[in-house]
């Protein structure tokens, strides 16, 4: 087996092309992306009407393509190339051929896992107002709890000295969402939610 791991420069976001050949091609055929590497493939109900269309599986994917998405000619040669952007989502994963459609999909192939070159990483910041005129909050993601690491911002008016402002850590596990899908096939680990305050800003200030 062969580990890859990419976004070796800190990107939080990448393009990669998946080739493969299937020597029983038919247009049920589907790829799927999942995270983790171990997801289960056993078959699962879906209640219908309430939610769209989807693979009938245990674990859903974070993403999926038809293997005819990109090449017409798929069911005479079983050749395809397909492009999916993986975003990093502080996991390894990995891409699986399935067959049989989304409500009966059979597993063939899964690929080699790929990971990231630093799956902890704090990522995605946003900045919001805060509850004062002069006050702002950032929130960003990571995995690291508060007992691995102190998760502080640096920041400053420009050509002055530098402040840090702690942030608050939060997260939620899966008996604290209300119910399906979220608590079953549909659940993913968040990660660590962090949040900090900037006080005492001022108008039209770098």
């Not at 299937?22 to 493939?41: A, I, L, Q, R």
């Not at 063939?108 to 900045?127: G, H, R």
Request: glycine residues 6%; negative net charge.
């Amino acid at each position: 087996m062969i580990w890859v791991v990419f976004m070796l420069k800190g990107e939080d976001t990448e393009w990669v092309n998946v080739n493969f050949e299937y020597p029983e091609p038919t247009n049920d055929d589907w790829f799927g992306v999942f995270s983790p590497v171990k997801f289960n493939t056993s078959y699962c109900y879906y209640e219908s009407g309430n939610w769209p269309e989807a693979p009938y599986i245990c674990t859903t994917p974070i993403k999926y393509k038809f293997a005819n998405h990109s090449t017409a000619d798929y069911i005479n040669t079983g050749k395809v190339m397909l492009s999916f952007q993986s975003i990093h989502q502080r996991a390894d994963f990995a891409f699986a051929l399935f067959t049989g459609g989304l409500e009966k999909p059979k597993l063939v192939a899964v690929s080699d896992p790929i990971s990231f070159a630093n799956p902890k990483a704090p990522l995605y910041p946003q900045l919001a107002h805060g509850k004062a005129w002069d006050e702002m909050t950032i929130t960003w993601t990571s995995c690291y709890n508060i007992d691995d690491a102190t998760p502080l911002v640096e920041w400053g008016w420009k050509n002055h000295d530098k402040k840090l402002s702690p942030a608050g850590t939060l997260t939620f596990k899966r008996d604290s969402m209300c119910g399906a899908p979220a608590r079953n096939f549909g659940w993913r680990d968040p990660g660590f939610i962090h949040t900090s305050f900037l006080k005492d800003l001022w108008p039209n200030t770098i």
